[in-house]
């Protein structure tokens, strides 16, 4: 019975920290509060006018709770607060019983949420406002749909882009989309093996469920998933246990002609910019040497690093990504201690991955 009731309250929201609800709940403060204030100096002069409308709460646990979510984005609070509240209003209208007009009026607004691709749960509860608001929302008539409810869903949502905008955050939600680096049609190398986006739409259809989720963001959690998947499995092995570290390296005063000559001497993809005490600088490749460049410290970039500890099956998206070349491997001091590159990678999974295999059997 004790560990049924600690189920009951175990969170259901992946991805979320103590840190991330407090600041979630600071956000949902001010942004209800500064909406209801400047309710007040827009229309406030109305006392038949409520101020905010209730179904701009169950809004604000999305925008701040839950940004990432389709639910709560721009068009789904905006569109979907307005709209339905509209649907209220001809339902109340059309339909003399109010219970009856009460389930059309938020059947409707789903239908036409839906439609319009502003699904947002708070809509049920904006419509049903239209009919049960009592004689103030009745006087009002189609401009309640717009003063206060839309003013409203604008006014959060605009504070709600500025809190997200100030803590860096990705509102509105736009999925990182992983495109061929050459700009040809041809999918990203990372996602030319494994699961397909058919795959994911096969698996959802097969489910016969709706989930709060952007197809975008599912696709980029299952590849984390399949790369935490083999780092577990494979996980004993280091950055260290298979990097090069025999490393050729050059220092920002060496001119780019040197450059140039080393990694054509030695096939290679980079070089380590490295300083007299060899600590890392950067890098430099030949796509970054051109025939007005003179000096390595003109055209170096900053180095992707790894640590000798460093999973080596973690670094897989990292070099997958079709402009990664190397991964440079330092030690505390931020010396130049190795090298990880494609062919590592690929030289150690040819290896480990069959003896892993040949070992289940």
């Known amino acids: 019975m004790p560990n049924f009731r600690l189920k009951l309250f175990s969170p259901i929201l992946a991805g979320a920290t103590l840190n991330d609800r407090l600041i979630n709940g600071l956000g949902a403060l001010i942004g209800i509060g500064l909406t209801g204030l400047i309710g007040e100096m827009t229309f406030g002069g109305n006392p038949d006018l409520p101020l905010i409308v209730a179904p701009l709460g169950a809004s604000s646990v999305l925008l701040f709770a839950v940004p990432s979510s389709p639910l709560a984005q721009p068009w789904s609070i905006i569109g979907g607060n307005t709209l339905s509240c509209f649907c209220g209003i001809i339902a109340y209208r059309l339909v003399p019983d109010i219970m009856v007009a009460s389930g059309i009026a938020v059947g409707l607004a789903i239908i036409v949420m839906s439609l319009t691709k502003c699904l947002h749960p708070p809509g049920g509860a904006a419509a049903l406002t239209a009919v049960i608001g009592g004689p103030a929302v009745v006087a009002q008539g189609f401009s309640f749909a717009l003063v206060p409810m839309a003013l409203n869903s604008v006014t959060l949502v605009l504070l709600g882009l500025i809190f997200h905008k100030l803590l860096k955050h990705n509102y509105p939600h736009v ?134 500890n460093t999973p080596a099956f973690s670094q897989i998206g990292r070099l997958a990504d079709g402009r990664t070349r190397a991964i440079i491997v330092q030690d505390e001091a931020e010396r130049v201690v190795g090298l990880l590159s494609q062919t590592d990678l690929l030289a150690a999974a040819a290896r480990v991955l069959p003896l892993a295999e040949a070992a289940k059997r």
Not at 200 to 212: K, T
């Open 175 to 308: 999925p990182p989309k992983v495109v061929s680096p050459v700009g040809t049609k041809d999918p990203a190398p990372i996602l030319r093996a494994g699961f397909h986006v058919e795959d994911v739409d096969a698996a959802l259809a097969d489910i016969g469920e709706a989930f709060d989720i952007n197809r975008g963001d599912l696709d980029q959690l299952l590849q984390r998933v399949e790369q935490q998947a083999l780092q577990r499995t494979h996980g004993e092995l280091t950055c260290a246990d298979i990097m090069s570290r025999d490393v050729i390296t050059i220092t920002p005063q060496d001119d780019t002609e040197t450059a140039h000559s080393l990694l054509l001497e030695h096939n290679l993809r980079i070089l380590p910019v490295v300083s007299t005490t060899g600590r890392l600088l950067g890098t430099i490749g030949l796509r970054e040497i051109t025939p007005q460049s003179r000096q390595v410290a003109e055209v170096m970039v900053p180095a992707l690093t790894a640590s000798p």
